[in-house]
């Protein structure tokens, strides 16, 4: 097995950062991660160690020298969107995450709204990503959400004004020529439980406008879940022919 781990502390003033080398990553071993079924060394006490310490890089190998991490090509990056919305009162919460090609943690948001509906909470989450992306100067970006209706408002070219919901929509439609490459899919909930997390704890803690340069620390093993590939399982319903 091949490590590279590279981290990186982002302290408030803008100063020096901490870099560890993949020698000394390697030397902290007292706490076993394992992987599909592979040991992974001391990355657990890496992660454990690294308190509020980003991410930048993590790269695993088998011994065929396949690469096992990273999920996109290079030079792209994955926004994955999601809302929340509370049964008291449909309260409704907006965030994303940002990740590298790797899979790496760029940046995070959450937004406490207000009282809505779930496919608001989905457009604001999927605005405030794009206008995030944007800030940050990302010009190839996919872009995932678990709500199919908010990916098909996007491959729609026809929204009437007279939609309810047409000013956020056109507002998120109008970012998507703005930058290089923009596609929208849909995923299965199973895959983006980190933003979902992120998501209820927005709407619970009705958290103002907040970016995330770091993994917070209540979301660290979803991330690494979610880095690894590890989902969940649902049981659906499939409609039998019959005759």
């Known amino acids: ?19 560890r080398t993949e020698d000394e990553a390697t030397r902290s071993s007292d706490v076993e991660v394992v992987v599909a079924g592979r040991n992974c060394g001391g990355l657990g006490r890496i992660f454990r160690q690294c308190g509020e310490r980003a991410i930048i890089s993590v790269r695993l190998e088998n011994e065929l020298g396949e690469e096992m991490v990273g999920t996109q090509p290079e030079g792209w990056s994955k926004l994955n969107v999601d809302g929340s919305c509370l049964d008291n009162g449909n ?4 965030v994303g995450i940002i990740r590298d090609n790797n899979g790496s943690w760029l940046s995070g948001y959450a937004q406490f709204i207000g009282v809505g ?6 457009l604001w ?9 944007k800030d940050m100067g990302i010009q190839l970006l ?7 209706g ?11 004004n007279t939609h309810l919901l047409a000013l956020l929509i056109l507002s998120c439609r109008s ?3 703005q930058f290089n490459q923009c596609v929208v899919r849909h ?8 933003t979902d997390c992120l998501a209820k704890f927005a709407a619970a803690h009705k958290l103002p406008f907040t970016i995330y340069h770091v993994v917070p620390s209540y979301l660290k093993s979803v991330f690494w879940a979610d880095l690894f590939g590890i989902c969940g399982t649902r049981r659906i319903s499939i409609p039998l022919e019959t005759g």
Request: glycine share 2%; net charge negative; aromatic share 6%.
């Open 175 to 177: 970012f998507l020529p």
């Open 125 to 133: 989450s999927l605005y405030l990503g794009l206008r995030r992306a």
């Open 1 to 19: 097995m091949t490590l590279e781990c590279t981290t990186v502390t982002e302290l408030e003033a803008g100063s020096s950062s901490a870099r």
């Open 150 to 160: 908010v990916v098909e408002f996007m491959l729609c070219d026809n929204i009437s």
């Open 117 to 122: 509906c779930s496919i608001q909470a989905e």
């Open 91 to 94: 309260t409704i919460a907006a």
């Open 142 to 148: 996919e872009v995932e959400s678990d709500c199919q």
């Open 187 to 194: 995923i299965y909930r199973e895959k983006n439980s980190c």
